[in-house]
């Protein structure tokens, strides 16, 4: 599915609209990702599960959830240009927009895009890695690096990374530098209160679930959260969430789809939490 702006002008304003990113060229140790969308989005209607958030909320209607398709990209620097210029042309409608990744590099030239809109934004970050390296084998593109890129150019006020459980040195001392606050997978409580400010952009790295639950990613960290952990976490935010990525999901390490299904799940309670946070009159009355 082609990224086709003709088509995607006649959307109704405020609804979700997704993107696919299919980008793994900054991918360090495997490269695949850029396979992901087509099969999200094959997973996410092929009739196994409904297409209901656990939060009442239908994603089958198009005046309220909309699949963009897939950016066309070229290599390196143009790519992340048009990355960007996508996503700024998807915000300027005025709806919320999820991109499904890609390698985790993409956050870097998506976030510049909501940063031309979206004044003082919070990240929310799931992830087994931190991804701020000052440069990766060379790159300073490289999926290890995005956050780094972020915070030097000072595009978010604040970034809360969680699961995080591979912290190096120099990790460490781009955290304090940064001023970047860090869950810990070890400290992390399924209770806790992340303190979140709006607007919030939430950044889903698969490989913050433990493999266990998520083979299909290019770096198998063991020890990670469950789905469960971040679902609740999801539906228990109370600001506005103005925009989410799903990334490094890897469908050539995916064992029975079951990747390609959490991946699809996600898409189902951001959107959908989104949704009701806009139209709160579309989602059932649930307690
Ligand atoms: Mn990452
Ligand atoms: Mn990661």
Avoid at 35 to 60: M, T
Avoid at 128 to 151: K, Q
């Amino acid at each position: 599915m082609e990224y086709n702006e003709k088509t995607f002008k006649a959307f109704p304003p405020n609804a979700v609209t997704m993107i696919g990113i299919p980008s793994d060229e900054n991918s360090s140790f495997m490269r695949g990702s850029a396979l992901a969308p087509p099969k999200i989005r094959e997973v996410l209607r092929c009739g196994a599960a409904n297409l209901y958030s656990e939060l009442g909320v239908n994603i089958d209607n198009e005046t309220l959830f909309c699949d963009c398709g897939d950016l066309n990209l070229e290599e390196g620097k143009k790519g992340f240009e048009q990355i960007e210029s996508g996503i700024i042309q998807l915000l300027k409608q005025g709806g919320q927009v999820l991109s499904l990744g890609g390698d985790h590099a993409v956050t870097y030239p998506i976030i510049k895009a909501f940063s031309h809109i979206h004044q003082k934004l919070t990240i929310l970050q799931f992830d087994a890695h931190s991804d701020t390296y000052d440069e990766y084998e060379g790159n300073r593109l490289s999926h290890a690096s995005p956050f780094a890129r972020i915070m030097e150019e000072k595009l978010a006020s604040r970034l809360i990374q969680v699961g995080i459980r591979t912290l190096t040195d120099h990790i460490r001392d781009q955290v304090k530098r940064f001023g970047i606050e860090v869950v810990e997978a070890r400290n992390f409580d399924p209770g806790i209160d992340l303190k979140l400010t709006g607007p919030l952009y939430i950044s889903l790295d698969l490989d913050v679930l433990d493999p266990g639950f998520v083979p299909g990613v290019s770096h198998h960290e063991p020890g990670g959260l469950t789905v469960r952990d971040v679902v609740n976490l999801i539906h228990g935010i109370k600001v506005p969430i103005v925009g989410a990525d799903i990334v490094e999901f890897n469908p050539g390490r995916d064992v029975s789809d079951m990747t390609a299904m959490v991946a699809a799940k996600f898409i189902k309670e951001l959107a959908g939490k989104m949704i009701q946070q806009k139209h709160p009159g579309s989602a059932a009355i649930i307690s």
